[in-house]
């Protein structure tokens, strides 16, 4: 088993988180909704797997690039 680091493609905040630590995702899923200039942008799941841990929570400001989530495949 692998660990995946899911970063977040855009400087925003997290709008809503749509899975729980532990949860199974598929490839594209999608893992939290991000809000930025009063558009939501979803963030996928790179591959399948489940959700190891966030790092992050609702509400919180983020960065481009910065780890969010870990994925275990």
């Known amino acids: 088993m692998a660990d995946i680091k899911v970063e977040s493609e855009i400087t925003g905040t997290v709008w809503k988180i749509e899975t729980g630590v532990g949860d ?3 490839e594209d899923d999608v893992i ?3 809000e930025s200039m009063k558009m939501e942008i ?3 799941a790179p591959e399948s ?3 190891k841990s966030f790092h ?3 509400g919180a400001n ?3 690039g910065q780890h969010i ?3 275990e495949t």
């Open 56 to 58: 992050i929570d609702e």
């Open 24 to 26: 199974e995702v598929a």
């Open 42 to 44: 979803p963030v996928l």
């Open 32 to 34: 939290m909704i991000l």
């Open 69 to 71: 989530v870990t994925l």
């Open 49 to 51: 797997g489940r959700i």
């Open 62 to 64: 983020v960065s481009e």
